[in-house]
């Protein structure tokens, strides 16, 4: 681990400790009270989840440029994290649901769209899982990693587009109500957070995925150097 890495990781680690002391020092919701709190999860953990995607979005399209393997490393590792956030927003949100709308589960355009979203970069994973030859599977990979893309804004458009429990953005929406100042700043600091935790996990999973692509490539080589030794061996006893 190289001393920018540690940065990053103490970087990260400040980020999110500021992160949960301004959730727990911000003043409760008028008419949630603290069950509010878990939207300084609940909303960084979405965003985390598109910045994800659109970094798979990135890393596809890179590679189908420059053929450079670091591109599917980078998409491939975004996805993962990506699926991690995005399941935990759908716990999140099953846990903050059931006090408010009475039901863990609605079938509401938010939450399909988000699920969709879910089981699609699920299928990602999977398709990289199912190809063998590396090749393929970064080209397949990234090709599903672009098209896939196109949820992401669906799901943020969701709530604008469709009758729907789940409320509007807050934030990033012309004419919003306006939040308390605090409540903001809470909120931001744990996007903060959680941007820069996300960096750090995709940094760790390139990096045991490039360790992953050096020991597989020692072992081919180590696999066609031994069939080089054999093959002389087997034609002196064929000609025997």
Same mark, same amino acid.
């Given at each position: 681990m190289t001393l920018r890495g540690h940065r990053l990781e103490i970087t990260a680690g400040i980020a999110v400790a500021a992160g949960s002391t301004a959730a727990f020092t911000?003043?409760?919701? *008028?008419? =949630?009270?603290?069950? *509010? !709190?878990l939207m300084y999860v609940h909303v960084p953990a979405a965003w985390t989840a598109f910045l994800a995607f659109g970094i798979t979005l990135l890393g596809g399209a890179m590679w189908l440029w420059r053929r450079d393997p670091r591109y599917d490393r980078l998409g491939a590792a975004s996805a993962e994290v990506g699926v991690?956030?995005? &399941?935990?927003?759908?716990? *999140?949100?099953?846990?903050?649901g059931k006090p408010v709308w009475g039901v863990w589960w609605t079938w509401d355009p938010r939450l399909v769209t988000t699920a969709i979203m879910f089981f699609v970069y699920? &299928?990602?994973?999977?398709?990289?899982?199912?190809?063998?030859?590396?090749?393929?599977? $970064?080209?397949?990979?990234?090709?599903?990693?672009?098209?896939?893309?196109?949820q992401v804004p669906v799901v943020h458009m969701s709530v604008l587009w469709w009758r729907t429990l789940h409320q509007p953005p807050?934030?990033? !929406?012309?004419?919003?109500? $306006? +939040?308390? /100042?605090? #409540?903001?700043?809470?909120?931001? +600091?744990?996007?903060?957070?959680?941007?820069?935790?996300?960096?750090?996990?995709? @940094?760790? !999973? #390139? @990096?045991i995925a $490039?360790? =992953? =692509?050096? $020991?597989?490539? @020692?072992?081919d080589e180590a696999e066609l150097a031994g069939a080089a030794v054999?093959? /002389?061996r087997l034609g002196g006893a064929h000609h025997d």
């Open positions: 911000a003043p409760p919701d *008028q008419l =949630q009270g603290d069950l *509010q !709190r991690f956030f995005t &399941g935990l927003t759908l716990v *999140q949100g099953s846990v903050w699920l &299928g990602y994973l999977a398709l990289r899982r199912a190809s063998a030859d590396p090749a393929a599977r $970064a080209h397949r990979s990234a090709v599903f990693g672009v098209v896939a893309f196109v807050t934030v990033l !929406r012309p004419g919003a109500p $306006a +939040i308390d /100042p605090a #409540m903001l700043a809470a909120l931001l +600091i744990n996007v903060l957070a959680f941007t820069s935790l996300f960096v750090v996990l995709v @940094r760790l !999973r #390139m @990096r $490039a360790a =992953q =692509q050096r $020991a597989e490539q @020692r072992d054999a093959a /002389p």
